[in-house]
């Protein structure tokens, strides 16, 4: 593997991330009553080809902004939505939020409890993260996170050295 380097083109932060949801009245109260996220804005649509290729169903598309203006957005189908197991565990699929400090943290934590929400944590990963695990109304695994530090260059040394041997273990067959 080598570092790459595309010039002068930077990506500036996530616009939003969108999932799907069964009920949008329950991901809307979750959002905003027990999140504290500002709704922004809802979008229907009616039935027409996707990027994909896809023809989608009419839909609404809502979108839930946090404290530094990125968006969670959600689609609520007017077909409805089965969920799909994907045999990929839960734990890896999940949106990490940020807070600014660990007394912020576990006032999450406090909060989400006094709200009726099942919590997982406080989980520490290694001093550098101290996290709560959670599901919004639609299986949506979320991270409360605060990070210690910033990550730095020896950080991104060691990450890289990390993930050459992971990359040469798997070409040798020595995983799993």
Excluded at 24 to 41: I, L, P, R, S
Excluded at 114 to 119: K, Q, R
């Amino acid at each position: 593997m080598t570092l790459t380097n595309i010039g002068t083109l930077s990506l500036q932060s996530i616009n939003h991330y969108a999932i799907a949801t069964k009920d949008m009245e329950a991901t809307h109260a979750f959002w905003t009553g027990v999140m504290g996220c500002e709704f922004k804005a809802a979008l229907r649509g009616d039935e027409h080809q996707m990027s994909t290729g896809e023809v989608a169903p009419e839909y609404l598309h809502a979108f839930y902004s946090f404290k530094d203006g990125s968006c969670i957005a959600f689609f609520e189908l007017a077909s409805g939505i089965e969920p799909v197991d994907d045999g990929v565990p839960s734990w890896t699929k999940h949106l990490a939020l940020a807070v600014d400090s660990h007394e912020e943290l576990r006032a999450w934590h406090r909060h989400l409890k006094e709200s009726g929400v099942v919590v997982a944590g406080e989980v520490d990963h290694d001093g550098l993260f101290y996290s709560l695990y959670l599901f919004d109304p639609n299986g949506q695994r979320v991270e409360i996170t605060y990070q210690t530090r910033q990550l730095n260059d020896e950080d991104r040394r060691q990450g890289f050295e990390t993930m050459e041997a992971w990359v040469a273990d798997k070409h040798a067959g020595k995983l799993g």
